[in-house]
């Protein structure tokens, strides 16, 4: 088993964990990925992970460490819905939603967390230690418990209370520092002096989050080919920072082709707040560029920077970026949760809002299947996405209920 870097082709040994490819890291920061035995994902290997139970380690052969070593906490096995009335109001007849929020801590992380969790314990790492403004921090605190490893978290105070709540409650140890960047520096410094897995991204410019931890991202194009019967649709559209998920869906489904268990790649679309894969795209960039941003609402993937993993895989599968501002997502987030029954994070409505634009400009055809990946739930948020207004009052009589229905919410019966 080895890291191989995902652009020039350098292989290193898996003894330790380095931050990102050390001969590209000067000209176009890259992360690397593992190689190791497998089995070729074959039609016959499919069938038989369609007979085992649901759930991420049911696809073992395919990830770095065997099921007997697994962490789990019974994570993958999420629903593939239709979205008839949201995908009616983009004009889109088959829009079909991955729902991450059913994972343990209710977000896709924890396919990661599951992984490089198994692996840190496999592997005689010490401890956990990741950098995150939520879902990833929560995800490694929870698995990390069950492994029996500690944890320590680093973040920010400028993210939302409830989230910092939420990474503490599995008992990490969760600390602030004064800027993002200070958090990947510290990172780094605990996994070379103290030998912990560094779960998340430690490079600066970002390459995105350890190499074990993407192979359980993988899962994720299994289960939707697995759920379409071994076909794939048109496209599947990410909310993407760092492109974890993105690199992900890439190598699940190019191994899925390489076996002939499918027989073309989708294109993977990535939504983003900032437009740092989107301006790379238009000026043929080989690398992601930096581009002005604060103060979006969509905190969880507010990047100025997105990395080349994210580049790659969208160039490999002739995808492509759209940036949407946050008006567009808010609309798109009420449509979904007051439409289709589903609460998401804020992040996770903006692939709707991607598909608007692509669809306005013809990039998205009406009859193919489209796939919207829904990150994570939608009680990590409520300070941005839910009203806090006072509820209003009424007296125990119809005549009152039936006009304060109308003033307030405009139901005339």
């Not at 010490?126 to 490893?149: D, H, K």
């Not at 489209?370 to 409520?382: A, C, F, N, Q, Y």
């Amino acid at each position: 088993m080895r890291f191989r870097c995902s652009r020039c082709g350098t292989t290193y040994g898996v003894g330790s964990d380095l931050a990102a490819c050390p001969r590209c890291q000067g000209e176009v920061p890259a992360a690397l990925h593992l190689e190791y035995a497998q089995p070729p994902l074959t039609p016959a290997l499919c069938e038989a992970w369609a007979r085992r139970p649901p759930g991420l380690w049911r696809y073992a052969e395919a990830l770095p460490v065997p099921s007997e070593a697994a962490v789990s906490l019974g994570e993958g096995g999420t629903p593939l819905l239709p979205l008839p009335r949201v995908g009616a109001r983009l004009g889109l007849s088959r829009l079909l939603a991955k729902n991450e929020a059913q994972n343990p801590t209710w977000s896709f992380k924890d396919r990661l967390a599951s992984v490089a969790v198994s692996w840190a314990r496999a592997n005689d790492r010490r401890g956990i230690a990741v950098s995150s403004s939520g879902n990833a921090g929560a995800a490694a605190a929870a698995y990390a418990a069950r492994a029996g490893l500690p944890c320590v978290i680093f973040t920010t105070r400028s993210f939302p209370g409830t989230m910092q709540r939420f990474m503490r409650a599995y008992g990490a140890m969760v600390v602030a520092t004064a800027t993002g960047p200070d958090r990947w520096s510290l990172n780094r410094a605990v996994a070379e002096a103290w030998g912990w897995l560094p779960l998340s991204n430690v490079a600066d410019p970002p390459v995105g989050s350890h190499a074990s931890g993407i192979e359980g991202h993988k899962t994720i194009a299994f289960e939707i080919a697995q759920d379409l019967g071994w076909q794939v649709p048109a496209a599947v559209i990410v909310p993407v920072a760092y492109g974890d998920a993105m690199a992900g869906l890439a190598r699940g489904f190019a191994q899925l082709l390489e076996g002939g268990a499918i027989d073309h790649l989708p294109r993977l679309i990535a939504a983003e707040t900032y437009p740092s894969l989107s301006s790379a795209l238009a000026a043929e960039s080989e690398a992601p560029l930096r581009v002005e941003g604060q103060g979006s609402q969509t905190f969880s993937v507010a990047t100025p920077r997105s990395t080349y993993q994210a580049l790659q895989a969208i160039r490999r599968t002739r995808g492509t970026a759209v940036a949407v501002p946050d008006e567009a997502t808010l609309r798109w987030h009420r449509e979904l949760r007051e439409r289709e029954g589903l609460l998401v994070e804020l992040s996770s409505a903006m692939p709707l809002a991607a598909a608007e634009r692509l669809r306005a400009d013809g990039a998205l055809e009406t009859d193919a299947p489209v796939v919207v990946l829904l990150t994570s739930g939608g009680l990590k948020d409520p300070e941005v996405t839910l009203s806090a207004e006072e509820l209003p009052l009424v007296d125990p009589e119809l005549r009152d209920l039936a006009r304060v229905l109308r003033e307030v919410y405009g139901f005339s019966g």
